[in-house]
């Protein structure tokens, strides 16, 4: 009789189909309990074992074992999703970009045409008429000029955005102000002038008095020829008529100083430092530890705060036919890209920040006259024009983009000092300049003229004097200007105008009270105790014969000592011949304090008694001995025999 052979069933996996729980498939089937049913005795076991914890610790829940999650539906539920999303979207596509205000969202992250905006609404303010697709945003936290003038502020004339309803004067000392900086954020001033002072303003700190809060002399005997805080704030460039200029904190207080070439090497790039006198100076406007100064010994350097000892580079201006010039003022441009400087040739000489210094990017030869200082050169808020102030009396404006020829040359503008400067309004409409006192004139002016139109907008009368430096800041929206004889005046506009000098004017200059000194007076108490017993007055003679008892008040001379004390010897003891003998050991002990006479003649009676040298000689031959004749004549003086 044959055995059957035991034959195995397939095995497979089927991740789409549930397995089935029957036995009719081939095989041995499904071991243990069905799956179903296994489930239903855990969760039975498991709520035995909760009800059992919650009598004897009174917890519920206890022990609960998380829910189960099939990940793969989840998967598909959210693919599904996905599509519908995708699909709605793409029907809704037109309706949301005519929508929304910024522009139209990627297809795949649109919403539903139903759905209602997230947020309040846009505000009118700033949803421009013309488009309504844009948005007219504000950058920045600060209140600064842009923000004050609006759409009103661009309505008004020239004339009316000059901020010069009010004015505030404050006194610097007798001499011209040449120097003016203002802080970035416009809360110090510093002032500069040729009696070689440096005045701080600090505007929160002021009253209506108007005084700055320190006056100190940073140079010595050199008169200030330039001021200016750095783009941060934090320290001053003081330029003044020596060879090395120097670098203040906002207090005042020294930071570095440039060291000084050597006049005697020829090729001024091979010295560490300038050699002659300073004329201008300015800090980079972006790079904060860089800044710029030009002298007469013919050359522009470039410094870091970090190596005082030594320039970063070196720019040597030509003329037309290669020689040296002199630059008399320098700038940096507002992006820092372009070097600048008027020459005393009257060129303006420009070189790329980024490059070396050897050949220029920009030359225009006969920009003013000839043999004449370029006091100011300025570029404008925007980079594209640059306006040039020269002792010819002229103030031209040019276009950077044809830098060839002068857009306008604003004529008959007197200039007195190397130092009057040009400077564009904040919006670039304008600029200005002020002008020096001629012999006719009485009132010192600073004029504005249109960028546009070339037309004079306004002048300004400031002072009886010369009007030298003006800044017109563009945050506080205030004008400093200073002037020939020691005054420095803010114009600004009670409206418009921003902190500043409007801070000062608002505090009661309030003064001090004067302490009252009471005078102490004698009490006499006859039986108070010699502890508490004040001293009599004396007079003037008995206190000056107390005086001079006391040998430290009537300075009294050093008595002689007879031994060495205090590093003082004995007068015994101070002469070589006294030293030698004492120290070569002698028999007896040389008494230097005795008489020399006293001395010598303790000896003549033992000498006549004992003779031992000259007696002797002339025992046999002149026993008695003869003296000469001290009346007669000597032998040399006897007369003759005939």
Same mark, same amino acid.
Request: proline fraction near 5%; charge should be neutral; hydrophobic fraction near 30%.
């Given at each position: 009789?044959?055995?059957?052979? *035991?034959?195995?069933?397939?095995? %497979?996996?089927?991740?789409?189909?549930?397995?089935?729980?029957?036995?009719?498939?081939?095989?041995?089937?499904?071991?243990?309990?069905?799956?179903?049913?296994?489930?239903?005795?855990?969760?039975?076991?498991?709520?035995?074992?909760?009800?059992?914890?919650?009598?004897?610790?009174?917890?519920?829940?206890?022990?609960?074992?998380?829910?189960?999650?099939?990940?793969?539906?989840?998967?598909?539920?959210?693919?599904?999703?996905?599509?519908?999303?995708?699909?709605?979207?793409?029907?809704?596509?037109?309706?949301?970009?005519?929508?929304?205000?910024?522009?139209?969202?990627?297809?795949?992250?649109?919403?539903?045409?139903?759905?209602?905006?997230?947020?309040?609404?846009?505000?009118?303010?700033?949803?421009?008429?013309?488009?309504?697709?844009? $948005?007219?945003?504000?950058?920045?936290?600060?209140?600064?000029?842009?923000?004050? !003038?609006? !759409?009103?502020?661009?309505?008004?004339? #020239?004339?009316?955005?000059?901020?010069?309803?009010?004015?505030?004067?404050?006194?610097?000392?007798?001499?011209?102000?040449?120097? #003016?900086?203002?802080?970035?954020?416009?809360?110090?001033?510093?002032?500069?002038?040729?009696?070689?002072?440096?005045?701080?303003?600090?505007?929160?700190?002021?009253?209506?008095?108007?005084?700055?809060? +320190?006056?100190?002399?940073?140079?010595?005997?050199?008169? $200030? +020829? =330039?001021?200016?805080?750095?783009?941060?704030?934090?320290?001053?460039?003081?330029?003044?008529?020596?060879?090395?200029?120097?670098?203040?904190?906002?207090?005042?207080?020294?930071?570095?100083?440039?060291?000084?070439?050597?006049?005697?090497?020829?090729?001024?790039?091979?010295?560490?430092?300038?050699?002659?006198?300073?004329?201008?100076?300015?800090?980079?406007?972006?790079?904060?530890?860089?800044?710029? %100064?030009?002298? &007469?010994?013919?050359?522009?350097?470039?410094?870091?705060?970090?190596?005082?000892?030594?320039?970063?580079?070196?720019?040597?201006?030509?003329?037309?036919?290669?020689?040296?010039?002199?630059?008399?003022?320098?700038?940096?441009?507002?992006?820092?890209?372009?070097?600048?400087?008027?020459?005393?040739?009257?060129?303006?000489?420009?070189?790329?920040?980024?490059?070396?210094?050897?050949?220029?990017?920009?030359?225009?030869?006969?920009?003013? &006259?000839?043999?004449?200082?370029?006091?100011?050169? =300025?570029?404008?808020?925007?980079?594209?024009?640059?306006?040039?102030?020269?002792?010819?009396?002229?103030?031209?404006?040019?276009?950077?983009?044809?830098?060839?020829?002068?857009?306008?040359?604003?004529?008959?503008?007197?200039? +007195?000092?190397? &130092?009057?400067?040009?400077?564009?309004?904040?919006?670039?409409?304008?600029?200005?300049?002020?002008?020096?006192?001629?012999?006719? &004139?009485?009132?010192?002016?600073?004029?504005?003229?249109?960028?546009? %139109?070339?037309?004079?907008?306004?002048?300004?009368?400031?002072?009886?004097?010369?009007?030298?430096? =003006?800044?017109?800041?563009?945050?506080?929206?205030?004008?400093?200007?200073?002037?020939?004889?020691?005054?420095?005046?803010?114009?600004?506009?009670?409206?418009?105008?921003?902190?500043?000098?409007?801070?000062?004017?608002?505090?009661?200059?309030?003064?001090?009270?004067?302490?009252?000194?009471?005078?102490?007076?004698?009490?006499?108490?006859?039986?108070?105790?010699?502890?508490?017993?004040?001293?009599?007055?004396?007079?003037?003679?008995?206190?000056?014969?107390?005086?001079?008892?006391?040998?430290?008040?009537?300075?009294?001379?050093?008595?002689?000592?007879?031994?060495?004390?205090?590093?003082?010897?004995?007068?015994?003891?101070?002469?070589?011949?006294?030293?030698? $003998?004492?120290?070569?050991?002698?028999?007896?002990?040389?008494?230097?304090?005795?008489?020399?006479?006293?001395? *010598?003649?303790?000896?003549?009676?033992?000498?006549?008694?004992?003779?031992?040298?000259?007696?002797?000689?002339?025992?046999?031959?002149?026993?008695?001995?003869?003296?000469?004749?001290?009346?007669?004549?000597?032998?040399?003086?006897?007369?003759?025999?005939?």
């Amino acid at each position: 009789m044959s055995k059957k052979p *035991i034959s195995f069933g397939k095995i %497979t996996l089927n991740f789409q189909k549930e397995t089935s729980n029957d036995g009719a498939s081939s095989g041995f089937g499904s071991f243990g309990r069905p799956i179903q049913e296994q489930k239903e005795i855990e969760e039975l076991s498991d709520d035995l074992e909760n009800q059992h914890v919650h009598q004897v610790m009174g917890i519920k829940n206890f022990g609960k074992k998380a829910k189960n999650y099939d990940i793969q539906e989840m998967m598909e539920r959210a693919k599904k999703t996905a599509q519908e999303v995708a699909k709605k979207s793409m029907e809704s596509k037109s309706k949301d970009a005519d929508r929304d205000v910024i522009g139209p969202l990627p297809p795949n992250l649109g919403q539903d045409e139903n759905n209602d905006d997230i947020g309040p609404p846009i505000p009118s303010n700033l949803i421009d008429k013309d488009n309504e697709n844009t $948005i007219i945003t504000k950058q920045g936290g600060e209140d600064s000029y842009d923000e004050l !003038s609006d !759409s009103d502020d661009e309505e008004l004339p #020239l004339e009316k955005r000059i901020p010069n309803t009010h004015e505030v004067e404050m006194h610097h000392g007798s001499k011209a102000v040449v120097a #003016l900086a203002v802080d970035p954020s416009g809360a110090r001033l510093a002032t500069g002038s040729i009696d070689y002072d440096v005045s701080f303003w600090d505007f929160a700190g002021m009253d209506s008095s108007m005084r700055s809060f +320190r006056t100190l002399q940073p140079c010595e005997n050199h008169p $200030i +020829r =330039a001021l200016q805080y750095s783009a941060t704030g934090d320290s001053i460039l003081v330029v003044s008529g020596s060879a090395q200029a120097k670098v203040l904190d906002r207090d005042g207080f020294e930071v570095l100083e440039c060291v000084k070439g050597d006049q005697y090497i020829t090729d001024m790039a091979k010295t560490k430092g300038h050699t002659a006198s300073l004329n201008s100076g300015c800090w980079h406007p972006h790079i904060r530890e860089e800044f710029m %100064t030009c002298s &007469q010994d013919g050359t522009l350097r470039l410094w870091l705060t970090e190596n005082p000892k030594q320039h970063k580079s070196v720019i040597k201006p030509r003329q037309q036919g290669g020689l040296k010039t002199n630059p008399t003022a320098c700038a940096f441009s507002r992006d820092g890209n372009t070097v600048a400087c008027g020459c005393f040739d009257g060129s303006i000489q420009m070189w790329d920040h980024r490059k070396n210094f050897v050949n220029t990017s920009c030359v225009l030869r006969d920009a003013h &006259q000839k043999q004449t200082e370029i006091s100011s050169i =300025a570029f404008s808020y925007l980079g594209s024009y640059l306006a040039s102030r020269g002792n010819d009396d002229t103030l031209k404006l040019w276009d950077l983009r044809a830098f060839k020829k002068p857009l306008n040359i604003f004529s008959n503008l007197f200039s +007195r000092y190397e &130092q009057t400067d040009c400077n564009f309004s904040p919006d670039d409409t304008m600029v200005f300049t002020g002008e020096s006192l001629q012999r006719n &004139q009485e009132v010192g002016k600073l004029l504005f003229y249109n960028t546009k %139109t070339f037309e004079t907008v306004t002048s300004i009368e400031v002072t009886k004097s010369h009007v030298i430096k =003006a800044i017109w800041h563009p945050k506080l929206n205030q004008i400093f200007i200073g002037c020939g004889n020691g005054v420095v005046k803010c114009y600004y506009d009670n409206k418009r105008s921003l902190r500043g000098a409007k801070l000062c004017i608002v505090k009661t200059n309030r003064k001090r009270q004067s302490v009252e000194v009471v005078s102490s007076q004698q009490i006499i108490t006859p039986h108070a105790l010699p502890l508490f017993k004040q001293e009599k007055l004396r007079t003037n003679k008995k206190k000056m014969e107390k005086e001079r008892l006391d040998p430290v008040k009537s300075r009294r001379p050093d008595l002689p000592i007879t031994s060495g004390q205090g590093g003082r010897v004995a007068a015994s003891g101070s002469t070589l011949s006294s030293f030698v $003998i004492r120290n070569l050991g002698l028999s007896k002990r040389v008494n230097d304090e005795q008489d020399p006479r006293e001395a *010598i003649l303790k000896f003549a009676k033992e000498a006549e008694e004992n003779p031992f040298w000259v007696a002797p000689a002339y025992k046999n031959t002149q026993p008695k001995t003869i003296f000469a004749d001290e009346d007669g004549p000597s032998d040399a003086k006897k007369p003759k025999s005939e």
